[in-house]
């Protein structure tokens, strides 16, 4: 199985940038499709970003479209998130996922309840 650690959390103004990155060890195969997740109290864990190994475009959620880029580097297993224009609807926990899903899955932003691995989660605070 693989281990996720997530770093490059923090606190930025509304409108700015961040990129909190994620590195998989473990078996490769565990984290063909990797993913970023977010929450906040009171609600459920929400997908907002995928990507998968084997190539293909990545699957955004709505609420981050066009503003969030996911990248991964396939030879380190990382994964980052590069968030821009953040806003004051943006903070939360964010957390990174990853599981051996297929590219066909893996492209349709599988739910929180499918994904096998986690990191501990990196805290985003946005200020106005």
């Known amino acids: 199985q693989a281990h996720l650690e997530e770093s490059g959390g923090g606190s930025v103004q509304a409108g700015g940038p961040l990129t909190p990155s994620c590195v998989a060890t473990?078996?490769?195969?565990?984290?063909?499709?990797m993913a970023w997740f977010r929450q906040v109290p009171g609600k459920e864990r929400e997908g907002i970003a995928f990507i998968h190994a084997g190539g293909g475009l990545p699957y955004y959620a709505e609420s981050v479209k066009g503003r969030f880029i996911i990248s991964r580097d396939i030879g380190k297993s990382t994964a980052r998130l590069q968030m821009n224009y953040l806003k004051p609807e943006d903070p939360a926990v964010y957390y990174c996922?990853?599981?051996?899903?297929?590219?066909?899955?893996?492209?349709?932003?599988?739910?929180?309840?499918?994904?096998?691995?986690w990191g501990q989660g990196t805290r985003v605070n946005v200020s106005s």
């Open positions: 473990g078996s490769p195969y565990s984290s063909d499709c």
């Open positions: 996922a990853a599981d051996s899903f297929a590219l066909s899955y893996c492209s349709t932003g599988p739910p929180a309840r499918d994904w096998q691995r």
